[in-house]
């Protein structure tokens, strides 16, 4: 595929991201098999996008309630990051998604709504991560990790809830 000349290779299907997020789901289940609640935090936009069908896929293999919220978050200024509804967090399960983790900033800026609070645990849950940390944010829960040069770009596209490819260019 061919876009203002920039090569465009497709390193996740369709079909393979929706492999990923069972494994991913599968995995969230093992961690926290004894847990009552899970509150699953997207990043809005693609974030969002993937906590939706994460939780779709989490549904399935979890007795524990999941409660979504979305992190209003704007990856220029990410000082003000806030949640989109309040919701109670203390002592409980808090992961937080995204589509791509690069630096690992917007993680890092992801987790600010929740710092005024005592939740049990944050996990970190990505389709695909980078190897071009610059802040201490390690993803929990990782569909592809890939190697990419600095000037190599990472794109989850997504079509209203569906996410149809991940493209490296």
């Keep these: 595929m061919q876009s203002n000349n920039v090569q465009k290779n497709c390193i996740l299907s369709a079909e393979s991201i ?27 936009g693609n974030g969002e996008v993937l906590a939706k069908a994460l939780v779709d896929e989490l549904k399935q293999v979890v007795a524990a309630n ?6 209003q978050l704007n990856k220029k200024q990410p000082l003000d990051a806030k949640l989109s509804t309040s919701l ?16 690992g900033k917007t993680l890092l800026y992801g987790l600010k709504p929740f710092i005024n609070n005592l939740p049990k645990k944050i996990q970190t849950a990505v ?22 040069t600095l000037q ?18």
Excluded at 66 to 71: C, D, L, P
Excluded at 88 to 103: A, L, R
């Design 18 to 44: 929706k492999r990923k997020l069972k494994r991913m789901a599968l995995e969230i289940a093992e961690q926290n098999a004894e847990e009552k609640e899970l509150i699953i935090a997207g990043i809005n």
């Design 66 to 71: 999941i409660n979504t919220v979305i992190i």
């Design 88 to 103: 109670d967090v203390n002592e409980k399960v808090v992961i937080i998604v995204d589509d791509v983790s690069n630096t």
């Design 127 to 148: 389709l695909v991560e980078r190897s071009h940390k610059l802040f201490a944010v390690q993803p929990d829960y990782v569909g592809l990790s890939i190697a990419t």
């Design 152 to 169: 190599e770009h990472i794109t989850v596209e997504t079509v209203g809830n569906d996410i149809t490819g991940a493209w490296l260019h």
